[in-house]
C-alpha cells in the first residue's frame, strides 16, 4: 500500500533537508536551503490561514444555530433550557469534586464541563443582542408565510421534474417518428423525376407527347 503524504511529513522531509543543508557551506547549498526555508513559511502560513479559516466557520455556525433556536422560541424559553442544562452541569461537578479522590479522567471530565457552562453562559449573554439582530421571533403569520413559500419551492421542483421527464419523453417519441419516416430531400426528388419519367412514358404512348 503507498504511503499517503500528509502536510506533516512534508513538513517533517523539509526540516530534514535543510538541517542537512546547514552543513552545506557551498553557494548552491545556501541558495537550496533559503528555497527550502520559504516553502516551510509557506506552509506554516497556509496551515494558519486553514485553522482560522476554520475557527471561524465554526464560530458563525455555532451562531447560527443560536439563531435559529431563537428565531423559533422566545428569548426566555431558550435562556431558560441553557440555564436549567447549567445546573445539570453543576450538579455533575458538584458531584465530581465530592469525591474522596479525583483521578486524572474526573479532572478531564471537570474541566470539559467547566468548558460546556462557559460555552452556556456565553449563549445567555449573547441571546438578547442576537435576537435583535434577527429581527425577534418568528410570528405565527411568519411562520405560515415560510411554510407557504417552503411548499411552493417543493411543489415547483416537483413540477419542473415532471415537466422535464414529460419534455425528454416527448422529444424521445418525435425523434424515433424521424428516424421512422424521415425522407431526404435527395430521395425526394429522385422520387420525383421517376414519377414524372412513368408519367412521360404513359403519354408518350398515348399520343400526347411527340
Do not use: C, P
Not at 411552493?152 to 422535464?164: A, D, G, H, K, P
Not at 422529444?171 to 423525376?193: M, P, Q, T, V
Not at 404513359?202 to 399520343?207: C, D, E, F, R
Amino acid at each position: 500500500m503507498s504511503k499517503v503524504v500528509t502536510a506533516s511529513i512534508i513538513k517533517a522531509e523539509l526540516k530534514n533537508l535543510i538541517l542537512d543543508l546547514k552543513q552545506d557551506k557551498t553557494d548552491l547549498g545556501k541558495k537550496e536551503m533559503e528555497k527550502l526555508l520559504k516553502a516551510e513559511e509557506n506552509i506554516l502560513e497556509i496551515e494558519k490561514k486553514i485553522k482560522e479559516t476554520k475557527d471561524q466557520y465554526k464560530k458563525e455556525t455555532s451562531e447560527l444555530e443560536i439563531k435559529l433556536e431563537l428565531k423559533r422560541l422566545d428569548a426566555e424559553i431558550y435562556t431558560e433550557e441553557k440555564r436549567e442544562l447549567i445546573q445539570q452541569i453543576e450538579k455533575q461537578i458538584e458531584t465530581l469534586n465530592g469525591l474522596n479522590t479525583i483521578s486524572k479522567d474526573d479532572k478531564k471530565k471537570i474541566n470539559a464541563l467547566e468548558k460546556d457552562k462557559s460555552t452556556l453562559e456565553t449563549q445567555i449573554n449573547m441571546a438578547k443582542t442576537m435576537l435583535q439582530e434577527i429581527g425577534g421571533q418568528i410570528t405565527e403569520e411568519e411562520a405560515k408565510n415560510l411554510i407557504l413559500k417552503k411548499l411552493y419551492v417543493l411543489i415547483n421542483q416537483e413540477l419542473e421534474r415532471y415537466l422535464n421527464a414529460e419534455k425528454r419523453s416527448l422529444i424521445a417519441g418525435i425523434e424515433k417518428l424521424w428516424d421512422k419516416y424521415f425522407i431526404s430531400s435527395h430521395d425526394l426528388e429522385k422520387e420525383r423525376n421517376k414519377t414524372l419519367q412513368e408519367l412521360n412514358g404513359y403519354l408518350k404512348g398515348l399520343g400526347y407527347l411527340g
